[in-house]
């Protein structure tokens, strides 16, 4: 669109375009815009069976790009099921990272897909490109990623938790709780409808060497970018 609203006819046709991903459904979930003006979308495509992850990169006339994936188009398996981003971040060297969730058999966890500039998935990153996290014993559904100035990578979203569970060493009482995942470290929280504000000394830090939970009102933890597993400081 213009910036009074129109659409703008020199993108795709008339200021409007759609594209088939696979044979089934295809959705969008989340869009980016990279720093030489070319879009990034995210979502999921049906192959017939599940849903895979879905991404997509257009030039500024709205066409595909040909460098990226194949033909402009690139869909990830995750896991056996179910699989679909929802949230999409561009890192400053250029590489896409994808946000979402993947079932594992019997519930959805964190899933995150990295992938270079020309579409294919970073080697550097988890394993093969894709990370796969539970959070919960429940459902977790990354919604949400962000990339730090350094680079670290934060996914966040609502899981469900029931009584008693422990997550990486802290305890977490019942109902839907806020959570971060960074760098292999969890942050557990009170589910907040604002604003983080002053509410974030709620949050407790699952570390994964010690296991011992703490609070913390500063989060300082910061994601590494191959993932390994680090305990942030606080």
């Known amino acids: ?63 595909l790009d040909p460098n990226f994936g194949t033909g402009g188009k690139r869909v990830t398996a995750i896991g056996n099921g179910h699989d679909m981003a929802n949230a999409i971040a561009i890192q400053s060297d250029g590489k896409v990272v994808a946000a979402g969730n ?10 995150l897909a990295r992938y270079l500039t020309d579409g294919s998935l970073d080697p550097s990153f988890g394993t093969g490109g894709k990370l796969v996290t539970a959070i919960g014993d429940g459902h977790d559904t990354a919604n949400a990623v962000a990339i730090q100035s350094d680079g670290g990578i934060v996914a966040g979203s609502v899981i469900h938790a029931h009584a008693g569970v422990i997550v990486g060493g802290g305890e977490i009482t019942s109902g839907d709780r806020w959570a971060l995942l960074v760098a292999g470290s969890k942050l557990i929280g009170d589910r907040y409808s604002s604003s983080w504000g002053d509410n974030r000394n709620n949050l407790k830090r699952a570390m994964p060497r010690s296991g011992a939970a703490r609070s913390t009102s500063q989060l300082t933890g910061k994601s590494k970018v191959n993932q390994s597993l680090q305990s942030p400081t606080l």
């Not at 910036?3 to 759609?18: I, R």
């Not at 993947?102 to 899933?111: I, K, P």
């Open 1 to 63: 669109y213009h910036s009074n609203g129109s659409l703008d006819t020199l993108f795709g046709a008339g200021g409007k375009l759609s594209t088939v991903i696979g044979s089934g459904h295809d959705e969008i979930k989340a869009v980016a815009l990279q720093s030489d003006n070319k879009i990034v979308v995210a979502g999921y495509s049906h192959n017939g069976g599940n849903n895979d992850f879905a991404l997509a990169r257009y030039l500024t006339d709205g066409s």
């Open 102 to 111: 993947a079932h594992n058999g019997s519930n959805y966890d964190f899933a």
